[in-house]
């Protein structure tokens, strides 16, 4: 018989129909006897995990019927995937674990095993329902997402559904070998993954399992289980025929085992072996689990539109349930009747769960929503910048002064932007031993501008290592870091080639915290060269403007250094609150300005600024947040609103305008997200007039936030914003077309000052 549709209810009539119809072993076997000749499951195993995957069942039959009265607002279920309770059989509690959406029976296994008096039906059903009705007291994201993960499971939650996760799974299974690297995970363990079949065609998986491949090339550790789910569909376009297994298989690096995950016992025994040859090699391995989707892809979802009604029917015949119902039955260790008994247990107790979470709080207040989101301590973070300095300065002078061999920056006179930020590098590798600083080219070379040189040979390849060429690979290798106990600090080379690899920052890093209410946190101090204005070199991937991409993160820092002498400060504040809070933070050095010496005139060397010893370092920090004011001439007739290149040209002009006649206050706003909205609203007022100057681009600029702070502040006096063109930048002479300059900012003052 073909079905078209199927509901909950034919699932359930199915399963106790084909159940039914099983005819029992007589006399039955000994619950530790194997399930079938040659596997290591045994049939007390085989009822323990035959739990998990009733459990899973129905905790999507009860988010279907939650949602029938609009009270459950997540449908996308494990049915057909409950084959993965193999996997976790198969891994130690205390692996850490990045799951697929469809890894509920491998949540239910988990729970198992922190559950007290054996009452794990109850605890794992309460909190995945939970996160269905969006309750307050779910145990990971506190009702701000239904997601799998509980700090003391070692489940790591995600809300990927594109295996934007994965990138973060191999820097995780990456970092024990790292230097420093202080996790609460045991020295043996081995990390799990698990995604769907049509994420193998998506970006960051491909960017993981090519650096799995790549850092196992190098032999290095990295023990991976990536957990490939594939249930033969993406939504509702089908992956091809052997696609999946071919592009598995054959990625270097990668060792690859396959399954039937409809089938309890051959999963298990696959799944054991992979993940001990995981555990015993160190290296990454794939494992391919043939599964079926029942039900659709979520509540909404009418297969009929996109798919035959015998494919239907076939993938309900492989329904994973009955599979291990007729392992136990034909096998000798349950009869039908104890088999649906405990199917209609468990059912009854997972619908008691169900109506006992609908009346739990939830989340009432935006403040509550966002709460978790960017952790301000300013104090502790400025109590961790003095300590810094105090051990900088005691117990490790030695190694400072060894460091910097015999040259400490304090004494080499005034410094560039780039020199400094070299200088202050040093100093965190110093202080933070788990700090990591890798990218492109960042440690042989010491970075395309130098700003990186020597630190590979002052703390090693362990320490300061180059990567391979691949943004997402290189901020995903910071997200393990970072879970990993580590304080990493990766480079990107360019602004531009963010880009590709936004996400990372935007789905899976800024949201660590916001889904998981702290338990987990991913602390990352992000270096990117970028900005505008180098002279002689460039096109739009060396002289990138935009950062809106960037602002609309919630909870992500920005900071901007456009001098020397904020640049140590603002750096130093950005791994305080990282190391502190568990911040993630983008320090964007303005490439035009790295090796500038001069401000008014050449050889002035207006523009350098002595570095600050340790002991300076506590009066010299900068809050996150706070912007920074240069009163010129002595009368307040404007004030200039600017950051990194701007902050120049501005204080240029101010000086021309102070011989006018003219008094200005040109503040650098030092931190474009959160931006210093008091500092601004302030600064704004002290003159009535104000000037926005913003290099980037005139849409979706900083300019535009500014205006909007200003605003909602109250300010009522003039304005005038002058932006960048909304036009990539191009090569050569043609970039001073789009961008602003010293001209404009000239007319721009002038037209407020004569107004």
């Not at 009452?119 to 990971?140: C, K, M, N, Q, T």
């Not at 790549?214 to 023990?223: A, C, F, K, T, V």
């Not at 912007?627 to 701007?646: K, Q």
Request: glycine share 10%; charged share 20%; with cysteine.
């Amino acid at each position: 018989m073909l079905v078209r549709v199927t509901t909950p209810q034919q699932l359930d009539e199915r399963f106790r129909d084909a159940v039914s119809a099983l005819r029992p072993r007589d006399p039955l076997r000994a619950p530790g006897e194997p399930v079938r000749e040659g596997s290591a499951l045994t049939g007390e195993r085989a009822r323990e995990l035959f739990d998990a995957q009733l459990t899973s069942r129905h905790l999507d039959l009860a988010a279907r019927w939650l949602r029938s009265f609009n009270e459950g607002f997540y449908t996308i279920g494990s049915s057909g995937h409950e084959g993965n309770a193999a996997v976790a059989a198969v891994l130690r509690p205390d692996d850490p674990a990045l799951l697929h959406y469809r890894s509920g029976a491998f949540y239910c296994v988990r729970a198992a095993v922190a559950s007290a008096a054996g009452d794990f039906v109850l605890d794992a059903a309460r909190d995945v329902l939970r996160g269905i009705v969006a309750s307050s007291l779910e145990p990971i994201s506190g009702g701000r997402h239904k997601v799998f993960g509980r700090s003391d499971l070692a489940i790591i939650p995600t809300t990927s559904t594109i295996a934007s996760h994965l990138p973060r799974a191999v820097g995780l299974a990456l970092a024990p070998s790292l230097k420093g690297a202080d996790s609460s995970w045991p020295a043996d363990a081995i990390v799990v993954a698990s995604f769907g079949d049509a994420s193998v065609n998506h970006a960051t998986a491909t960017a993981a399992f090519n650096t799995a491949g790549y850092y196992e090339h190098l032999g290095q550790d990295l023990p991976l289980l990536l957990v490939c789910e594939d249930n033969g569909l993406g939504i509702s376009v089908p992956s091809p025929e052997g696609w999946v297994a071919a592009t598995l298989s054959s990625r270097p690096g990668l060792r690859y085992f396959a399954a039937d995950g409809t089938d309890l016992a051959t999963a298990y025994d696959t799944a054991r072996e992979a993940a001990d040859w995981v555990r015993e090699q160190r290296k990454p391995a794939v494992l391919h689990l043939s599964v079926v989707r029942l039900m659709g892809h979520a509540g909404a979802d009418a297969e009929v539109a996109y798919r035959a009604a015998d494919e239907i029917s076939s993938d309900l015949a492989r329904d994973p349930l009955i599979g291990t119902a007729r392992l136990l039955i034909e096998g000798g260790f349950a009869t039908p009747d104890d088999l649906i008994s405990r199917y209609d247990e468990l059912g009854w107790q997972v619908r008691k769960v169900a109506e006992e979470v609908l009346g739990e709080p939830k989340l009432a207040t935006a403040a509550e929503v966002a709460a978790p989101l960017a952790t301000r301590r300013p104090l502790r973070t400025s109590k961790h910048i003095t300590d810094t300095a105090t051990r900088a300065n005691g117990a490790g002078s030695a190694l400072r002064s060894q460091a910097f061999g015999g040259k400490l920056p304090e004494r080499a006179g005034p410094l560039t932007l780039a020199q400094t930020i070299n200088a202050t590098l040093t100093d965190a590798l110093l202080a933070h031993p788990g700090a990591l600083l890798f990218g492109e080219d960042v440690a042989v070379k010491g970075g395309v501008y130098g700003v990186t040189k020597n630190l590979r040979e002052r703390f090693g390849a362990t320490r300061v290592f180059d990567t391979l060429l691949d943004e997402t690979s290189i901020l995903g290798l910071g997200l393990g870091a970072g879970l990993a106990g580590l304080l990493p600090i990766p480079e990107i080379q360019y602004l531009a080639y963010l880009h590709n690899a936004e996400d990372q920052l935007r789905g899976e890093a800024a949201t660590m915290a916001f889904f998981s209410q702290g338990a987990f946190r991913n602390p990352m101090v992000v270096r990117v060269a970028g900005l505008a204005y180098q002279q002689n070199f460039g096109g739009h991937f060396h002289n990138d403007n935009s950062v809106a991409v960037l602002r609309d993160v919630p909870g992500l820092v920005l900071a901007v250094p456009s001098r020397p002498a904020d640049a140590a400060p603002l750096l130093r504040s950005c791994l305080a609150a990282a190391a502190v809070d568990g911040t993630v933070s983008v320090f964007l050095e303005p490439i035009a300005l790295y090796h500038t010496r001069d401000l008014f005139q050449q050889g002035d060397n207006e523009w350098l600024a002595p570095y600050a010893p340790p002991g300076d370092w506590a009066g010299a920090h900068i809050p996150v947040g706070r912007a920074r004011t240069y009163p010129v001439g002595s009368a307040e007739d404007l004030t200039i609103l600017t950051f990194g290149n701007g902050v120049r040209m501005s204080l240029r002009v101010a000086a021309q305008l102070a011989a006018e006649g003219y008094g200005s206050r040109v503040v650098d706003l030092r931190w474009l997200s959160p931006l210093p909205v008091a500092d601004l609203v302030r600064e704004a007022s002290a003159t009535g007039r104000v000037l926005i100057v913003d290099e980037t681009r005139r849409s979706g600029g900083v300019g535009e936030g500014i205006l909007a702070a200003l605003v909602d502040g109250g300010f009522v006096g003039a304005v005038r914003r002058i932006a960048s063109v909304d036009s990539p930048v191009p090569l050569g002479p043609a970039a001073q077309l789009v961008l602003i300059g010293e001209d404009a900012i000239t007319q721009g003052a002038h037209a407020l000052l004569t107004r």
